[in-house]
Every structure is written in C-alpha cells, then in structure tokens.
C-alpha cells in the first residue's frame, strides 16, 4: 500500500536532510515515500538515485544522531575482524564489522535507524553492538573488499594457501599417470604461484619455455614479455604434466600440440580462465597460458582509449539494426575486448546474440557462444549457418578467415542483422582491400560494411613518476606533428620508472583508426579503389589514421613517443 504525500509531515532524518540543505522538502518527500514504498532505507534510496551526495548524507545523519563517522577508506579488509558475523548478516544489513573491543563489536552501517541490523547481529554473535555511520558508497564498496579478502585463497602466495586454489578443466585422475610425484606438493605450488603472480602482475600470457641446458618462466605485461624464474631444468616434465593434467590434455602425447582451458576459482566471486597450448620443440614441451578475465569486457567503452569520436562513431554503428563492424590488428592487439565491450552494450534479454569463435575467451551470460571445431566439421561458415535459422538478431564471427565465411557473414549483414567480426590486416583501408582479395565482390562490401575499427595497444606511462620530455621542434615535425599542433604548446612526457610500474609503464591504453563507410568511400569501394587511394579519402574526411590516434595520445600525456613509434611505426 502506498503512503500518501499529503497525510505525511517529514521528520527524522528526511526533516534534517533538507534543514541541512542537501535536498529541497518535494525531493525529500517522495524519497522517503518511495523509500517507505520500496521497504529500503531513505539513505540507501538517496544514493541509488544520485538525489544527493553519500558524504554529506552521513555527516548530516550523524549530527542528527548524535554518532560517530568513520572513513572508511583508511581501513583495510586485513585490519577487519574475521569471522565474526555471517556473510549473509553483512550483505542483508549492509553493515560491516570494524573492531571488537572487550564484549563490544563496532559496526559501521549507513543508516542509524537501522536497529535491526544491530539487533541481529547481536544476537548472532553474543556481542553487545555499536553502530558508527559511513558513507554509503565506500560501505559498499568496503565490504565487497572485505569478503573477496575472507574468500581468497590466493593468501600471502608463499605457503599452504596456494594449495587451496580450485582449478577447473582436468578430470583424469592423476595416479592414473603412472608417475606418483606428479602431484608433489613442490610442483602444484610452484605452478599455483606461476598462475596467481602472473594474475596479480597484470600479465597477459605465461611461457613456461625449456632448452637443453635451461628452463624459464616469462610473463607477458603491458605486450612486453619478461622474465620471471628460471627453475632447474630438470623440473620441466613434472611442470608441463602438471599444466596439462590441470587443462584436462592428454599428459602421455607429446608429439603433436594440444590445446585446452584451465578455470581458476580464487573466491566466491572471482574467476579467472587459461587459455593452454603445449607445443613440442626439442628439448620438450612449451606451454603458453593466455589469461582470460571476464571482468575485461565489462570495463565499458570509456576506458579503453577511443577518443570522443570515435567512440560515438562505434555507438551509433551498434544502435544500427543491420550492417557489419570489422575489427582488425594484429594478435594481441585488444580485437577481442573491443567485440565484446560492444557485445555488453548491446546484451539484453530483448536480443538474440550469437558468438563464434576460435575458442571463446571472454565468458558472458546472455549470450550464446560457440567454439568451433574444424576436427568435427564446425567451422566458423557452419557456425553462422546454423545461427541464421536461429532467428538471430546479432551475429559475431571471431574471424573471417575465408571467402566461404567471408559470403555468409555479408548475407547476414545484408538481410537484418547486426554482425560483428574479426580480420587480419594493419589498417582500416587495407581490410577492405583484403575482402577484395579474398573474393567477395566489391558491391557486396560497399553494401555490407558500416564500420571498421583498426587498433593497436601502447603501453601507458606511470602516472606516478612520468616526467617532461624536451624534444626540438624540427624532430616532432619529422614524427607527424603538424605545426598547429606544436603551437598548442603541450607537454610530451617520457618514462622513468618506479615501484609502482614496470620501467615507466602501467596498464595499456588502445589507440584506434576508426572508419565510417560514407556514401563517397562505398562509391570507391565499388570502383575497386586501392586501399591508398582510400585512406587518403578516409583523411579527407576527417578519419584519423592509427599513426595520427597515437600522437595523439602522446600529446595527451598517456603515453610517450617511444612507445607511440613502437606500435604505430609508419
């Protein structure tokens, strides 16, 4: 039953808000009549809805209440008692034990009102309890800190707790290898710690690589390979049968490559998938690990370096019901979290979409995905046969990789579905080229394609210890600058290295040519231009080049021109 706006005087904390300033008496009532409506917390209800600021929210119930308030952002979930209230009582009550001083707990809860959540908790725990106000925002984001610490099992990487790991992916038991000390306490925590530091590296990939005489560990961060541990040559064949017993290979075939998934389960709420190749060369088996998070495609768009028109360019060709958007660059180079960043936009429980690929990396619900499999006669042009009597409405192909593929992909682009795809090339126009060559006819193309988005990944520069660069005019004149842009007067910056970052760099950034198919460019395409003649048109039309995107970039401070001339070299 709804409460009535007129029969209802505002008092408490809504009173106080708007004594306060923080909201105006219209903005207060219907709060805490939707609030009341809702059965949550006016607080909670305030903040979910961006009416006022969770800060100020709290210093002004606390002043009401006569309590104190805690920042949060001081603590750490290590300094937080253990153990001591339910996960369930945290997550229902939003309220996160702080400390326990004799028989008395403090809890920080957002809301003072909320007596039940202290009533509760003392009745579960037989302690007398205090409440002490937060912000609203950082307690949520606190106690998510607080139970991934008490559900990780990543520890301090050095004893037992490795152990503890779940791994998903292989079902042969291990005595059945007939090697007893494959399951060496050693090996497995050595392995585990190989995987977990290149998780919490930052790494991209894992090498474990044997020679005749030595054995090495490199990670791959920031497209950079490092390395990381050189173990005794003699521990090679317990670490590859221990990698492949864990991605579910075959441990006694060691002739032809294999390919296979570990599923790392560090807590309750984080996972983290391997993509496992073994490869024999001569002093035995390398195995690569290409580490897949999940979390990567749900970044959102905003973080993966498009500029401002770019991005919007990119968004209105998912808004288009029908059309193709190619995605191109060399191994490594970010292709697939740029699909499925768009994939994640477009998700929706009012979409039919379709993913095939070689194999899957990234993981998301709502969408079916497919791993082809050439052994069984599933390739990709199968693939998007079967997804057209599906009734699809979005299509992703991993990569087209023939003219077949190539064909069908076109026919669903130009019969009402939106299709999304991989290719092989260096630049916006040499993908449009590169179909030509395959086959598929020119008209076909022009009529086909809405978009295509060529990229690269440079490292970004330290935030922490970057400094200023002085480099002579004629020299940025060389490297593409125009003059106009020098007489901006920006501020190029060079790395220098601390121990927050890896020799000046942290993270990577993505630098984009992205390309609308105009009426004028579709008009080339059909005459068959080459892809000079349509890249001069894309600059004419205001497209920036990847060489262009990266200087940019450097002119914006995130990366340096070293690194710009690495990934974008002319």
């Not at 490869?279 to 498009?306: C, F, H, M, N």
């Not at 914006?556 to 002319?570: F, H, P």
Request: hydrophobic share 40%.
């Amino acid at each position: 039953m709804s409460t009535n706006k007129k029969s209802i005087t505002l008092t408490g904390l809504a009173r106080r808000f708007v004594e306060d300033g923080l909201l105006d008496e219209d903005t207060a009532m219907d709060a805490f009549i939707q609030a009341s409506n809702n059965k949550i917390p006016l607080i909670s209800y305030l903040v979910q809805n961006n009416l006022a600021e969770s800060k100020g929210l709290a210093y002004s119930a606390a002043m009401e209440f006569g309590v104190s308030v805690i920042d949060l952002g001081a603590f750490v979930p290590e300094m937080l008692p253990e153990k001591l209230v339910d996960e369930k009582l945290i997550r229902k009550h939003n309220a996160l034990p702080l400390y326990k001083r004799g028989n008395r707990l403090f809890i920080a809860v957002s809301d003072p009102t909320n007596i039940q959540a202290l009533d509760e908790i003392k009745f579960n725990t037989g302690l007398s309890t205090d409440a002490v106000l937060a912000d609203e925002t950082l307690l949520h984001a606190a106690i998510d800190r607080f139970l991934e610490a008490q559900d990780t099992t990543m520890g301090d990487l050095d004893d037992a707790d490795l152990e503890g790991v779940e791994t998903e992916g292989g079902e042969q038991e291990e005595e059945s290898v007939g090697t007893a000390d494959l399951d060496d306490a050693p090996i497995v925590k050595y392995v585990n710690k190989m995987l977990l530091d290149a998780i919490r590296t930052g790494a991209s990939d894992i090498h474990f690589e044997p020679y005749e005489k030595a054995y090495r560990v490199r990670y791959r961060t920031d497209g950079i390979l490092k390395e990381i541990s050189k173990p005794s040559i003699k521990l090679a064949p317990k670490i590859a049968a221990r990698v492949k017993i864990m991605a579910q290979l075959d441990i006694s075939e060691r002739r032809v490559p294999q390919d296979g998934r570990i599923k790392m389960k560090l807590s309750k709420t984080k996972a983290i998938d391997f993509r496992v190749n073994t490869l024999p060369t001569l002093w035995g088996e390398k195995i690569v690990l290409r580490i897949l998070d999940p979390s990567q495609a749900k970044l959102g768009i905003d973080v993966l370096g498009y500029e401002e028109d770019q991005k919007n360019l990119y968004l209105k060709a998912l808004e288009q019901p029908q059309g193709m958007i190619l995605v191109t660059g060399p191994t490594g180079s970010g292709k697939t979290v740029s699909l499925y960043t768009g994939l994640n936009i477009l998700n929706t429980p009012e979409l039919n979409i379709s993913t095939a690929e070689d194999p899957a990396e990234i993981n998301l619900e709502g969408i079916n995905q497919v791993n082809v499999n050439t052994k069984v006669g599933l390739g990709f042009a199968e693939a998007l046969r079967a997804f057209l009597r599906q009734d699809p409405d979005i299509i992703m192909v991993g990569e087209i990789r023939d003219l077949e593929t190539a064909n069908i992909a076109i026919k669903a682009a130009q019969t009402g579905h939106l299709v999304l795809s991989t290719l092989h090339t260096n630049s916006a126009p040499e993908t449009l080229t590169r179909m030509m060559n395959m086959g598929v006819p020119a008209f076909n193309i022009a009529t086909s394609v809405s978009l295509i988005i060529a990229q690269r990944l440079g490292r970004r520069l330290c935030s922490s210890c970057k400094e200023a660069a002085d480099i002579p005019q004629d020299v940025l004149l060389k490297e593409g600058f125009t003059q106009e842009q020098i007489d901006t007067g920006f501020t190029l910056f060079r790395p220098k290295g601390c121990d927050k970052c890896n020799g000046g760099y942290k993270g990577r950034v993505g630098i984009y040519e992205v390309v609308k198919i105009t009426d004028v460019l579709a008009n080339m395409i059909m005459e068959e231009a080459t892809s000079i003649q349509i890249a001069k048109q894309a600059q004419a039309e205001g497209f920036r080049n990847l060489r262009q995107s990266a200087l940019l970039k450097v002119m914006q401070g995130v990366t340096s021109l070293e690194e710009a001339n690495r990934v974008t070299k002319d």
